[in-house]
């Protein structure tokens, strides 16, 4: 199932909590290789990874469909470019790499933007995918709390084969948040006492989705998380071994054969 979630509303208040995650830039640097070039930022909303990315010597374009989230990464001079994932407006073979960071689970036909960011890249050029799996969601215990978000939010997310079978033989290279400067629903559970804090919740489309069509729901599951952080239960620490094994997200890296 997509999800129409828009980012308009975001793109004047996502940078407040959601920024480049050393956590991230990890795994997507050892993904990306280290000569870098042209790139492609797919999804780049606010621009902070074609920031970091740009101030480490690649070239991104960002790339999206929301001209709010595209204004926020103009003003942090990254050349932007209005577009739909499912069709890139990009010459075949003429990028060095095209990244999608937090962005694959909104776009319907998600097979299309893979296969668009094949098409695109040069041959020995990359393309590196940072998304949860959903046999990652399972790791992410707040969703615990909200089942019906749950079922929405896993129903958005496509297993890790599936992710292998549009990358054939892409390596995949674990994201584990240490960190909350990316303050997404994964890293958030990192810190559950800022999942209490509405204003940090809403700037993750997973939390804005449960504002709007399960607020009931919400409002229970953060009641009862409050309770058990008082009672002082430590969600973030339970289940080590599996999310040790699962990690919190995945950058999967796909070279097109030279
Ligand atoms: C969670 S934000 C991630 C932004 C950025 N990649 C980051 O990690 O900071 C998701 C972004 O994907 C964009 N987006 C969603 N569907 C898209 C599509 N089909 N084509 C292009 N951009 C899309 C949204 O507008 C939004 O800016």
């Not at 621009?47 to 926020?72: F, K, S």
């Not at 668009?116 to 393309?127: I, Q, T, Y």
């Not at 995949?172 to 810190?191: Q, W």
């Not at 509405?198 to 997973?206: C, G, K, M, N």
Request: proline content about 7%; charged content about 20%.
């Amino acid at each position: 199932m997509a999800t129409s979630f828009e980012y308009s509303n975001q793109a004047r208040t996502y940078d407040l909590t959601r920024a480049a995650s050393p956590s991230v830039l990890a795994p997507l640097r050892a993904a990306l290789g280290d000569r870098p070039g042209s790139l492609v930022d797919v999804g780049g909303g606010t621009g902070n990874y074609a920031r970091a990315l740009a101030d480490e010597g690649w070239r991104p374009v960002v790339l999206d469909r929301n001209a709010g989230m595209l204004g926020r990464a103009a003003s942090k001079q990254l050349p932007v470019a209005l577009g739909d994932a499912s069709a890139l407006p990009v010459a075949d073979g003429s990028v060095d790499a095209v990244v999608f960071v937090s962005m694959l689970h909104h776009v319907p036909d998600w097979q299309a933007a893979l296969a668009e960011a094949r098409r695109v890249v040069r041959p020995g050029g990359v393309v590196a995918v940072m998304a949860f799996t959903r046999e990652q969601v399972d790791v992410h215990w707040v969703l615990g709390y909200l089942p019906a978000t749950l079922a929405h939010f896993a129903g958005l997310h496509q297993t890790r084969d599936e992710l292998l079978g549009a990358l054939p033989g892409a390596v995949e290279h674990p994201v584990l948040y240490e960190d909350v400067v990316d303050g997404s629903v994964a890293a958030l559970c990192r810190r559950p006492e800022l999942l209490l804090d509405p204003e940090v919740r809403a700037q993750t489309s997973l939390f804005e989705w449960a504002e709007t069509h399960t607020p009931d729901e919400l409002a229970d599951g953060m009641a009862r998380l409050e309770a058990d952080l008082a009672a002082g239960v430590r969600p973030q620490d339970a289940d080590p071994g599996r999310r040790a094994a699962l990690g919190d997200a995945s950058v999967l890296a796909w070279r097109r054969p030279t």
